[in-house]
């Protein structure tokens, strides 16, 4: 592979006044009926040039944003010199899933937020950066395993191969520990496999990236439910596992509660993605689970969740797809990026608007109209966000034949139920020591959803690496 030039050197003035380069990709009336990736990632050239305009700040305040602390001045500087596997090293001391982080992490509230050049121009694209950096070691074959420890003796179970999950098992295998993943589903990822669709996270970039954990030594045991084939008690104490990390997700999601809710046609977007991403209904009848064939869907939330099932929708066929929620654009929870990419592939939005009741044909039991009512916003609530409420004798119908909901999700209750020492909160999750992630319960720690309730990745992620941290600490010095 030729090595590419590095861009000549520019002014503090000249770098801030530059904006990023522009990010090629699908447009949107072709994609929208495709499952291939939306965006295409910048090239070597382009990566150079963006890298370049980073400052070396003294106090790099973009680190402060980054949940598992990536030393981000160093790996720009590396890209900006072309040197690509220098900076794939130094991204994967702190960070395995470069390729993920770069395409899934809200970069624009986190990282890029705190940029310096952001106060008076576009801050570097550190996600494009990331995902750059880790596209290219995959491609180029050139992907160095990290180095482990020599084996200790000491062996670890993880209950659950979502980023919390995966991230602890690496730190945790480094330091020379066997490390054994416990998955419930028959493939390891978690929501990155299941929940993220194709299109904004290829499923080869998953396994990519846990290929590489396989080669650290890690093995990763899918089709076991712990809870139900062994108890936490019986990981430690029959099995012989030295500690535990529950990393089990919230995976349990929630419904609105409205009259006919358990009609045909009515989907949680978990079931949704689930059927389309693991069992492969994009891919019918090659794969045997499909989705009920789809003409007008309502996707019901206004976070990443709705937006991704929206989308979906419209891939697998959708003649229209509508997002319902009940605030207004201001008060989407979703990235921007993701509401301009909906928009633009034409999800219709209608916003202010609630869903009191589900209609359904009474002789087929199959889904006919949402009934709505408009809402207005007043106040702030404790969210922060302008507080909904019911303009009166406002209520419709949209006529249509499938509901997605997508209004949150709640911990997964299997472990805590089936882990009597555990303490757990009102809400289900896990509670844990902030920094050390130790439960109440001797050698289990926790961490990822079943701890924050639905989050994101890269907070799993900065978890995992505090859980194994202490991990690693409590089975040297043997204290709790
Ligand atoms: C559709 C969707 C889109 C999202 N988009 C984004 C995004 O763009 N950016 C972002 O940052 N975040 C996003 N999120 C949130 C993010 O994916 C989660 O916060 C993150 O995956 C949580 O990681 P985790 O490791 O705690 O749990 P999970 O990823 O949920 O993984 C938990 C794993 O544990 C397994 N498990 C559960 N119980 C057991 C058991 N008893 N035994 C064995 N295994 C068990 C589950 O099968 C699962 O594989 C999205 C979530 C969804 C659902
Ligand atoms: S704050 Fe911005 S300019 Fe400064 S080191 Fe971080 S990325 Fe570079």
Redesign the pocket.
């Known amino acids: 592979m030729t090595q590419p030039t590095p861009p000549p050197k520019r002014t503090a003035k000249e770098k801030i006044g530059t904006p990023r380069p522009p990010m090629r990709e699908q447009p949107p009336l072709e994609r929208a009926r495709n499952f291939l990736e939306v965006p295409f990632g910048y090239g070597p050239e382009q990566a150079m040039v963006e890298a370049e305009r980073c400052l070396a700040c003294g106090k790099p305040h973009c680190m402060e944003g980054c949940p598992v602390g990536n030393d981000i001045p160093t790996f720009l500087r590396q890209i900006a010199e072309g040197n690509f596997a220098g900076a794939a090293r130094t991204m994967k001391e702190t960070n395995l899933l470069p390729a993920i982080c770069g395409r899934?992490?809200?970069q624009e509230t986190q990282c890029e937020a705190l940029c310096v050049i952001g106060k008076r121009g576009e801050p570097i694209a550190i996600g494009r950066l990331e995902r750059f950096i880790g596209d290219w070691e995959r491609e180029s074959g050139a992907v160095e395993v990290p180095e482990c420890a020599a084996p200790t003796g000491r062996k670890v179970a993880i209950?659950?191969?979502?980023?919390?999950?995966l991230t602890c098992a690496a730190d945790v295998a480094r330091a020379g520990h066997r490390v054994v993943v416990?998955?419930?589903?028959q493939k390891?990822?978690?929501?990155?496999r299941?929940?993220?669709p194709e299109f904004?996270l290829p499923k080869a970039i998953i396994d990519a990236e846990l290929t590489l954990l396989e080669r650290m030594g890690v093995e990763i045991r899918c089709n076991?439910?712990?809870?139900m084939t062994d108890t936490i008690d019986e990981l430690l104490v029959e099995e012989g596992y030295d500690a535990v990390f529950v990393?089990?997700?919230?995976?349990l999601p929630w419904f609105l509660g409205i009259p006919g809710e358990n009609a045909l046609g009515v989907y949680s977007?978990?079931e949704f993605?689930t059927r389309t991403n693991l069992m492969g209904a994009w891919r019918f009848p090659e794969y045997d689970t499909p989705v009920q064939r789809l003409n007008v869907v309502a996707t019901i939330g206004g976070g990443?969740?709705a937006m991704?099932a929206a989308r979906t929708a419209l891939r697998l066929g959708a003649e229209r797809s509508l997002i319902v929620y009940r605030r207004g654009l201001d008060e989407l929870p979703a990235?921007a990026e993701?509401v301009h990419h909906a928009q633009e592939e034409g999800v219709e939005f209608h916003l202010l608007t609630n869903p009191v009741e589900i209609l359904s044909d009474a002789r087929t039991g199959w889904v006919q109209a949402l009934r709505c009512q408009r809402m207005e916003l007043g106040e702030p609530d404790a969210s922060g966000r302008r507080r909904p409420s019911p303009v009166p004798d406002s209520e419709f119908d949209l006529a249509l034949g499938t509901v997605i909901i997508a209004i949150g999700?709640a911990p997964?209750p299997?472990?805590p139920r089936t882990t009597p020492d555990l303490d757990v909160s009102r809400k289900g999750q896990i509670v844990v020591d902030q920094e050390s992630m130790k439960s109440s319960k001797r050698g289990v720690f926790a961490?990822?959803?079943?701890v924050r309730g639905?989050?994101?990745?890269?907070?799993?992620m900065g978890d995992g690496r505090r859980a194994a941290a202490s991990i690693n600490e409590y089975l040297e010095s043997g204290k709790w």
């Open positions: 899934v992490c809200p209950i659950g191969s979502g980023p919390a999950g416990y998955e419930a589903l390891p990822g978690g929501v990155l299941y929940g993220i904004r076991e439910v712990i809870g990393a089990t997700g919230a995976g977007a978990n993605l990443n969740v991704d990235r993701e999700n997964n299997l472990i961490g990822g959803d079943i639905a989050a994101t990745v890269i907070l799993a």
